[in-house]
């Protein structure tokens, strides 16, 4: 299984701030996907992130507030931009080396805004 | 929209006990059904399930899909404190990019 590095494990911001999330992996893969976790739920997939072109947003996600970069097959960054205290929560990333095979997750990041 | 149940939403056992995990949903084009243990941050891979009627087993647990009702069941055995955790089931979805949908979990707690 591939090796998921994601940075940082947690942070504290202030509100009207960015954060950029960075997920590495030590193998090149098909796909890598952005997911939040709010508090007390379960995972809610953000985006697919693309290699080399835009991401793919799910419905409620908007590139303005999450905007991604994927510049490589290995690494592929989050931000969570202008940040509320509705955005505290776990940012997880995940990937897929094949069409056939399992997606992994990454440690995940613990966002609190305040 | 594709959609994850899974019950009981808590679950609190002694150890020993076995327990049966539940999960039942609905997807529009079904790739896999997928189970994950969580217990801080971090989901990690149990078992990835695609046909039907073929258990997959890994040590004291075990799971199995049914395609026909649409639902699994994840089994532990001989439960240790160790397995206290969230058990996640996930749905993935071939037609939309490989989406992972998600049910809300079942929070196992394993009592000394």
């Known amino acids: 299984s591939a090796v998921i590095s994601q940075k940082p494990s947690r942070d504290i911001c202030q509100r009207g701030t960015s954060l950029t999330i960075q997920c590495q992996v030590d193998?090149?893969?098909?796909?890598m996907f952005w997911y939040r976790q709010q508090p007390g739920q379960s995972l809610t997939l953000i985006a697919t992130a693309n290699q080399g072109s835009e991401a793919t947003y799910e419905s409620g996600f908007v590139i303005d507030k999450f905007p991604i970069s994927r510049p490589n097959l290995t690494f592929s960054t989050l931000t969570v931009s202008n940040m509320s205290p509705e955005d505290s929560s776990i940012y997880l990333c995940?990937?897929?080396?094949?069409?056939?095979?399992?997606?992994?997750f990454g440690q995940g990041t613990r966002l609190t805004v305040v | 929209e594709d959609k994850v149940v899974q019950s009981p939403l808590s679950l609190v056992v002694h150890e020993g006990d076995t327990v049966t995990l539940n999960c039942s949903y609905e997807v529009t084009n079904f790739r896999s059904l997928l189970w994950y243990k969580q217990e801080k941050k971090a989901p990690t891979f149990l078992f990835m399930l695609?046909?039907?009627?073929i258990e997959k087993k890994s040590g004291r647990l075990s799971s199995i899909l049914d395609k026909k009702e649409l639902f699994s069941i994840l089994n532990i055995t001989a439960t240790q404190t160790g397995d206290s955790a969230v058990y996640l089931c996930a749905v993935e979805n071939g037609g939309s990019n490989y989406k992972l949908t998600f049910g809300k979990g079942t929070l196992l707690t394993v009592n000394p």
């Open positions: 193998s090149q893969v098909t796909m």
């Open positions: 995940s990937v897929k080396q094949g069409m056939d095979t399992e997606a992994f």
């Open positions: 695609t046909s039907s009627g």
